[in-house]
T-cell receptor, first 118, second 108 residues
Framework: DTGVSQDPRHKITKRGQNVTFRCDPI?????LYWYRQTLGQGPEFLTYFQNEAQLEKSRLLSDRFSAERPKGSFSTLEIQRTEQGDSAMYLC????????????????FGPGTRLTVL | DAKTTQPPSMDCAEGRAANLPCNHS???????VYWYRQIHSQGPQYIIHGLKNNETNEMASLIITEDRKSSTLILPHATLRDTAVYYC?????????FGPGTRLSVLP
């Protein structure tokens, strides 16, 4: 399978615990994005990387959240001291970011990690 | 806030064409229009994108008006498996801003 993969697919944790999610992008894609999606809403941007550099972070990404992409390959998203409000689907996407007339940027999404904080 | 507006829901009879509209009146010249869909509990699936010209692929057709202020996604022969939330996004190479999308129900 050459698509974006995410692990785990489901995570149940107790409030106050730390959790870490992993995303493996499509090989050769230099951009990697994290989004969060709550029930009934569209995905909301959290952060993105171009290669190993984290270029943008949303204000949704509080200081309890940290993301890394060592060596520009897979990425991890860690949430410290989880809160019930962190319960959501966490989506990862990757993109080759091709420049042409304008920058087209089709993003390919993984299946997501569903987090439930009790 | 999303730069696009879409109707919250639409119905379509199985086997008929589904035409999903999207308004993007403030789109800038270098922004592409992307369409994605999301079936319950799955990640969004890329459908198609375009800049100025109409586009067609194996999944759908994208019709963009000449002034680029609106577009229509066409699923030529809708099936029950096309029931999903469809998102229209205007973007120039940054992070996507998703609106609530259109919930398409394909009815037997």
């Amino acid at each position: 399978d050459t698509g974006v993969s995410q692990d785990p697919r489901h995570k149940i944790t107790k409030r106050g615990q730390n959790v870490t999610f992993r995303c493996d992008p499509i090989s050769e894609h230099n951009r990697l994005y994290w989004y969060r999606q709550t029930l009934g809403q569209g995905p909301e941007f959290l952060t993105y990387f171009q290669n190993e550099a984290q270029l943008e972070k949303s204000r949704l990404l509080s200081d309890r959240f940290s993301a890394e992409r060592p060596k520009g390959s897979f990425s991890t998203l860690e949430i410290q001291r989880t809160e019930q409000g962190d319960s959501a689907m966490y989506l990862c996407a990757s993109s080759p970011l091709r420049y042409g007339q304008g920058s087209y940027n089709e993003q390919f999404f993984g299946p997501g990690t569903r987090l439930t904080v009790l | 806030d999303a730069k696009t507006t879409q109707p919250p829901s639409m119905d379509c009879a199985e086997g008929r064409a589904a035409n999903l509209p999207c308004n993007h009146s403030t789109i800038s010249g270098n922004e592409y229009v992307y369409w994605y869909r999301q079936i319950h509990s799955q990640g969004p699936q890329y459908i198609i994108h375009g800049l100025k010209n109409n586009e067609t692929n194996e999944m759908a057709s994208l019709i963009i008006t000449e002034d680029r202020k609106s577009s229509t996604l066409i699923l030529p022969h809708a099936t029950l498996r096309d029931t999903a939330v469809y998102y229209c996004i205007a973007d120039y190479g940054q992070n996507f801003v998703f609106g609530p999308g259109t919930r398409l129900s394909v009815l037997p």
